[in-house]
């Protein structure tokens, strides 16, 4: 049997939740589902699992952002259920990739495009090309990792 799509195993979960009666994670279930058809309706045709990632990394995002200033906001009961939320979207995106792998990636791709160059390092300018590179190392180890701390690595090692 094939693997199921991030979208048709947000389906089944669903499906899942309702039986199980779990409000919650129904709730978040159904906003990620909301979410997807927006976005395919918006390109037209149905969502690959990249584009369906993508979506979820910018609602875990947006979790985040409201996690922050409920925090701040003495709001911990919102704050809470963001929490909630957060954790149901992570559990459909790969593993985080550790701040030491993603070095290995930022050094790697660093090192490939000073031999592209003729043995040229990237500097600072070249910030953008790299942070391309890394992310797509990244991506196809089957991680994912923070922009935030890619950004920091890859400064970092370029600074050197």
């Keep these: 049997m094939s693997e199921l799509s991030i979208v048709e195993q947000v389906n089944k979960d669903m499906v899942a939740a309702m039986k199980a009666q779990q409000a919650d994670k129904l709730s978040t279930l159904r906003m990620m589902k909301t979410a997807f058809k927006l976005k395919e309706v918006e390109k037209r045709s149905p ?7 993508a979506a979820i990394q910018t609602m875990i995002k947006q979790r985040r952002e409201s996690i922050d200033m409920f925090t701040k906001g003495n709001r911990p009961e919102l704050a809470a259920h963001e929490e909630a939320e957060l954790v149901t979207l992570e559990a459909y995106l790969p593993k985080e990739a550790p ?62």
């Excluded at 890394?134 to 600074?159: N, P």
């Design 47 to 53: 969502l690959t699992d990249a584009e369906a990632q």
């Design 99 to 160: 701040e030491d792998k993603v070095r290995l990636f930022v050094e790697a791709a660093i090192g490939e495009m000073t031999a592209t160059n003729g043995g040229t390092r990237p500097g600072q300018r070249d910030m953008g090309l790299v942070m391309k590179a890394v992310q797509a190392k990244i991506a196809e180890g089957g991680l994912r990792a923070d922009g935030k701390v890619v950004s920091g690595i890859v400064k970092e090692e370029l600074a050197k």
